[in-house]
């Protein structure tokens, strides 16, 4: 059926009770169990318009449940996936402004087809100081839009925060007095669970997670998600047994041992799913080599200074992209690098993807494209920058990913 907007053309009904409260309306009467039992019997029965405000009750109750069980569910604003790759995507446009392509949008708990913009214009630039703006998605007086959220100028600019009602698709750097977009950068995210957004170092890693009794178990070998032990008594003595069996067992249950079983090596994907990895300044790390500084905003380099940052991605991911974002002054130059650590080993990083930047030019993106590395348990990358000549200032990086393995390839 393709992207709708959902909120917007279909409404949750509602029957039988006030708007926003909880109290059955006088015409509404539960019938009886044993005419649960029966229903109206053709012939003999007349039907109850009591009963049946009820029956439509009891439906309105039941499609808000889900309304807000999907608003839960999808915690974050996104662009939903199985979209074209260019869906939301910015552009430079003509003079200070910006073009964005159609897309489907969530937005507050729903999704929404925004338009297509051409010369989204922006704030004209500070005569001394650049700016961060956002581009976003959003909605205005319930009808969805694309907007700009404009930073405030300073020598060291910040990215401005969104509200929790947008959805961010870019975000674009304007130098002093620039009369066009002097960066743009590409944080559209395709999919927002909440543990799609949750970092590997803050996500379960393999292994038993709980108190004196373990509460989660993540089996990488066996890609098993489960919850509960006898021990823990997480789930009460019930029929678990009763619970309905998704796709060839992906949801199991065992009484025996009181526990829930996700299992992910029961299914697949059968398309790729694209996801972004994003490598603020912060994430990076100076070693050894140079006395790199950092001003809260980005990095400082001369020459000879390195910094190194984790690439943490779902395992089973294939990266397919790398890109840096940096300014080189006259005369900086850098070079910029995929590497992949080998485990149990001190300093042997094989570089599996380099390039070197242009010579001077000011606000880059560096990208190394046409990459195929898979990620694997136990492996793991790293982005690597070496400033070869100048003083060139990382403001940070992002790695694309695709992904098409189990439902629970974190484990």
Do not use: C
């Not at 959220?149 to 020598?155: D, F, I, L, Q, S």
């Amino acid at each position: 059926m393709g992207i709708r907007d959902s909120r917007d053309k279909f409404k949750t009904p509602r029957w039988g009770v006030p708007d926003g409260g909880d109290v059955l309306a006088p015409g509404v009467a539960e019938p009886p169990g044993v005419k649960k039992d029966t229903g109206w019997i053709p012939g003999v029965d007349t039907p109850n318009i009591l009963w049946w405000n009820w029956l439509h009750n009891q439906t309105s109750i039941f499609l808000e449940y889900l309304e807000r069980l999907w608003s839960r569910l999808w915690a974050d604003n996104h662009l939903p996936r199985n979209q074209p790759a260019g869906a939301g995507l910015v552009t430079a446009g003509t003079g200070l402004s910006v073009d964005v392509a159609p897309a489907g949008s969530f937005i507050e708990g729903a999704v929404y087809e925004v338009a297509a913009v051409t010369g989204l214009a922006l704030t004209a630039a500070d005569p001394t100081h650049g700016r961060w703006d956002l581009i976003v998605s959003q909605l205005s007086s319930g009808v969805p839009e694309y907007a700009v959220v404009t930073g405030t100028p300073a020598a060291t600019p910040t990215v401005p925060t969104p509200t929790s009602s947008q959805t961010v698709h870019a975000r674009v750097k304007v130098d002093a007095a620039a009369t066009t977009p002097s960066l743009i950068q590409d944080v559209r995210e395709f999919g927002a669970l909440s543990v799609d957004t949750a970092r590997v170092d803050k996500a379960l890693l393999a292994g038993e997670v709980g108190g004196p009794f373990p509460l989660v178990f993540l089996d990488g070998g066996l890609q098993q998600l489960r919850l509960g032990s006898a021990a823990a008594a997480l789930f009460e003595v019930l029929n678990l047994s009763s619970l309905v069996r998704i796709g060839g067992d992906l949801l199991q249950v065992n009484t025996a041992s009181n526990t829930l079983i996700l299992d992910g090596g029961k299914t697949r994907f059968s398309t790729p799913e694209e996801g972004l990895y994003d490598l603020p300044f912060s994430d990076f790390l100076p070693n050894d080599a140079g006395n790199p500084s950092n001003n809260g905003v980005k990095w400082d380099l001369t020459s000879n200074d390195f910094l190194t940052a984790a690439v943490r991605v779902p395992n089973g991911a294939t990266i397919t992209q790398a890109r840096l974002y940096v300014d080189l002054p006259t005369g900086a130059q850098v070079r910029f690098a995929l590497v992949r650590p080998v485990k149990g080993t001190v300093n042997t990083a094989p570089i599996v993807a380099t390039i070197h930047s242009p010579v001077g030019g000011g606000q880059q993106t560096i990208t190394l494209s046409g990459l195929s590395q898979p990620v694997t348990q136990g492996g793991f990358y790293r982005v690597t920058v070496l400033a070869l000549a100048g003083s060139p200032s990382i403001q940070g990086a992002d790695v694309r990913y695709e992904i098409e393995s189990n439902a629970f390839g974190l484990l």
